[in-house]
């Protein structure tokens, strides 16, 4: 099993639909984060986490939140999609010492 | 001005060439320096780690930090077409180690 899993993998969407991405990992780190990447702008924080009862905003957090269900599971929703957030969204576990483990990605098209 | 700037190529050379991969950036604050492999359709994955001014050597990959000029690079010797992927650098403060900064990425091309 792969460390970090993120579904869908890929999802297209209309304006206005609530949409969630979800991560598992198989480490057991306790930080895990959710990034976006875009052409020409690289990795963008979201939302990060240090355990379930901790959640912290990163540098884009607009237009979306998060979920810690457990310590091996991340979810990000956006509450309603715009076309702005189409984009390809990682999830990542870490201990906080510099290296980050990602997930595949998960591709979300916003129509 | 970004934090750290990275040029996105993209990087076309032959194989066995010698890849040089630089990022600059302009807060003096970073102590930590990183240096990302991402194959496409996939996520990245940690290539090299540096906290210090000088050279770290692993394989024929070279991480390089110089603090004084706010630069870093990182060397491929022998190149080859397996390391065709984009190559994102990524710093950390030292009171804030959770949230990386990436360069944007630049994307090389190993040809046969």
């Known amino acids: 099993d792969a460390d970090v899993t993120q579904t869908p993998r890929n999802r297209i969407t209309k304006t206005g639909k609530r949409i969630m991405l979800e991560c598992s990992q198989t480490k057991g780190h306790d930080r895990m984060y959710w990034y976006r990447q875009d052409p020409g702008l690289g990795l963008q924080l979201i939302y990060y986490?240090?355990?379930?009862?901790?959640?912290n905003k990163g540098e884009i957090s607009d237009g979306y939140s998060v979920s810690r269900q457990a310590q091996a599971k991340f979810s990000l929703s956006l509450e309603s999609a715009i076309p702005n957030q189409t984009a390809l969204y990682f999830c990542?576990?870490?201990?906080?010492?510099?290296?980050?483990?990602f997930g595949e990605g998960s591709r979300l098209t916003v129509l | 001005q970004k934090e750290v700037e990275q040029d996105p190529g993209p990087l076309s050379v032959p194989e066995g060439a010698i890849v040089s991969l630089n990022c600059t950036y302009s807060n003096s604050a970073f102590q930590y320096f990183m240096w990302y492999r991402q194959y496409s359709r996939k996520g990245p994955e940690l290539l090299m780690y540096?906290?210090?001014?000088g050279n770290k050597e692993d394989g024929r990959f070279t991480a390089q930090v110089d603090k004084s000029s706010k630069y870093i690079s990182l060397f491929i010797r022998d190149s080859q077409p397996s390391d065709s992927a984009t190559y994102l650098c990524a710093m950390q403060r030292p009171y804030n180690t959770d949230k990386l900064i990436f360069g944007t990425g630049t994307r090389l091309q190993v040809f046969p």
């Open positions: 990542a576990i870490g201990s906080g010492a510099g290296e980050l483990f």
């Open positions: 986490s240090f355990d379930v009862k901790d959640i």
């Open positions: 540096t906290y210090s001014s």
